[in-house]
């Protein structure tokens, strides 16, 4: 998590009630982190957010999912034309399937040219990741490539 991320979910809990924040297997992209390691450090830079629950979707569909956790909208952070390319169809689709609505929210400028991958790229060649991720995450991220 970037603290791109981070700074959606700070402004979406300021927008609604109670967040819950979902981490959910992409079978098109390859992990670093375990599902349950992802839970952990979102939990950890979560943690000052009030109304933020993070749990997660290793199978199924994700307007599913939220339906059983009484969700009424889906919160998507987006960088770039690019990223609203890819996730609005999704959301249309979504929303075919269910009654629940996708609202997308801008990263901030300071954070909407920084994508995880870059990050972990940057981290593989030796180069100072912390202004784009929490302290957990960071010390996390360097421990793992190490390896």
Do not use: C, W
């Amino acid at each position: 998590m970037t603290l791109g991320h981070q700074s959606v979910l700070e402004r979406g809990a300021k927008a609604f009630s109670k967040l819950h924040v979902v981490v959910v297997h992409n079978p098109n992209k390859t992990a670093l982190f375990s599902i349950a390691e992802r839970v952990e450090l979102l939990t950890q830079t979560t943690r000052h957010i009030g109304n933020v629950e993070v749990s997660a979707l290793e199978s199924g569909l994700l307007v599913d999912y939220a339906k059983t956790l009484g969700a009424h909208v889906i919160l998507k952070g987006f960088r770039t034309a690019g990223d609203i390319e890819y996730e609005l169809p999704m959301a249309q689709v979504n929303r075919d399937l269910s009654t629940l609505e996708t609202l997308f929210m801008p990263a901030e400028p300071s954070h909407g040219y920084v994508s995880s991958s870059l990050v972990k790229e940057v981290a593989k060649l030796g180069g100072d990741v912390s202004g784009y991720l929490s302290e957990a995450v960071a010390k996390r991220l360097i421990e793992r490539l190490s390896k």
